[in-house]
């Protein structure tokens, strides 16, 4: 079993920046790769961002290209989503995801493992 916890959501104004973080425990952090999803209200989830094992590669969601940034720290069993540029559509609850492979496909949640419970970004116009 993998525990994810997310952190560091809030309200912010549009064109804010802040950073979320999800803590791993559990088994071994290196050996998953790891995602972020989010859904806001009435719609379903959807891939933003992720990162491989090692953290040398990366994958985006075209809408969050160049405003998001996903990266790891695997000594701190942590991964962090630095968020900027921030528009109100952006709202919604964020979610980091675990699993094994980051080659399979993200966008249909295909090997996602574990979940975290998330944490509510609110951006205001």
């Known amino acids: 079993q993998v525990q994810l916890v997310e952190s560091g959501g809030g309200l912010v104004q549009a064109g804010g920046s802040m950073r979320l973080s999800c803590a791993a425990s559990?088994?071994?952090?290196?050996?998953?790769?790891m995602g972020w999803f989010r859904q806001a209200p009435g719609k379903e989830r959807e891939f933003v961002c992720a990162?491989?094992?090692?953290?040398?590669?990366?994958k985006y969601a075209d809408s969050v290209k160049g405003r998001f940034t996903i990266s790891r720290d695997n000594a701190k069993n942590t991964v962090y989503l630095q968020v900027n540029s921030l528009k109100p559509e952006d709202t919604a609850v964020y979610y980091c995801?675990?699993?094994?492979?980051?080659?399979?496909?993200?966008?249909?949640?295909?090997?996602?493992?574990?979940w975290g419970q998330g944490t509510q970004v609110t951006v205001s116009s």
């Open positions: 995801a675990a699993k094994t492979s980051f080659y399979s496909s993200w966008y249909s949640f295909t090997g996602v493992e574990y």
């Open positions: 559990g088994r071994t952090f290196s050996n998953y790769a």
């Open positions: 990162i491989s094992r090692s953290g040398g590669s990366t």
